[in-house]
């Protein structure tokens, strides 16, 4: 077996008032490299993990399933960027990451529109699945039969996250959210989630930024669970963001800032006291998506 790499880029979903159908993949990432073996190895940052137990290879080895093949003995080195249970979309890199183990092992060939059918049919819904796939911003829905998706591959900003050194399971932030939208309350949320897209399509940074601090369908009700929420949004923009949302479920916080500003924010809104225990950090977007190192 020839060496290679896998590379998955973490990602962002909702992006504001996206609510399940917006993703953004962001410069973190899983990293796979696979080299031939005698037997199935898998090792996690150096450490050695029983293969039945890992999230990836159990992945690769149900894909392998579906196409009745066995994958071969190997050695997979995984070292991951991501922060886990952060809001950074680990776990759909990791779906991704699975996925295309089985793709190179055995041989499968699957174009990109299976992967996101897979990966989806894992996560529940592919607004952080799609954008690691795919790269950039992409929009998706799941229809009957099939996920369509739009990727915005030019959105000229930078952005700064702001991860606190605490986890918040999705599950925990879902269970906060009502069960139902009342007619009147889910129009006026969609119609802030269409501007805020049309606003990114046609490069208006500005309004992209205050409609996304304007969401209906999450924010309001997560922004309890999150440390210093409103403090990081304030403080942002006195140096220049055009908005500042939640990572996917949270605890993260991405602030929207002009090209080439990300690195003085991240200055900037290190030196802040109540942000001690954070790693505020300037991430590019990644515009690549999934990719391969022979």
């Not at 953004?24 to 940052?45: K, R, T």
């Not at 700064?160 to 906060?176: D, F, G, Q």
């Not at 942000?275 to 991430?283: E, G, M, P, S």
């Amino acid at each position: 077996m020839t060496p290679f790499g896998i590379s998955v880029p973490a990602s962002s979903g909702n992006v504001g008032p996206g609510f399940d159908s917006t993703g953004l993949a962001l410069g973190l990432y899983l990293h796979l490299h696979v080299e031939g073996a005698n037997s199935i190895q898998f090792y996690s940052d150096g450490e050695s993990t029983p293969t039945e137990n890992h999230f990836i290879w159990n992945i690769a080895e149900n894909i392998a399933n579906k196409h009745g093949i066995r994958l071969p003995a190997c050695k997979v080195q995984e070292t991951n960027e991501i922060p886990l249970a952060r809001g950074l979309g680990s776990s759909a890199s990791a779906i991704v990451a699975g996925i295309e183990l089985a793709n190179q092992l055995g041989n499968l060939h699957l174009t990109p529109e299976q992967k996101l059918q897979y990966g989806t049919e894992i996560e529940g819904h592919p607004d952080n699945v799609a954008p690691s796939i795919y790269g950039g911003l992409v929009i998706s829905t799941v229809l009957e039969k099939e996920i369509e998706h739009i990727q915005l591959r030019d959105i000229n900003v930078d952005i700064v996250a702001y991860i606190p050194n605490i986890e918040l399971k999705t599950s925990v932030s879902r269970n906060c959210l009502p069960d139902s939208y009342n007619r009147d309350y889910a129009a006026k949320a969609s119609a802030i989630s269409n501007l805020t897209i049309a606003a990114l399509y046609s490069k208006d940074y500005k309004l992209a930024g205050k409609l996304m601090e304007e969401d209906l369908f999450h924010e309001p009700f997560r922004s309890e669970l999150i440390p210093n929420f409103a403090y990081i949004r304030e403080e942002a923009k006195k140096y220049g963001a055009f908005g500042t949302i939640l990572s996917g479920a949270g605890p993260t916080m991405l602030s929207i800032i002009p090209k080439g500003n990300g690195p003085t924010l991240q200055n900037n809104m290190s030196t802040l006291s109540l942000l001690a225990d954070y790693q505020v950090k300037y991430i590019p977007i990644d515009y690549q998506g999934i990719s391969i190192q022979e």
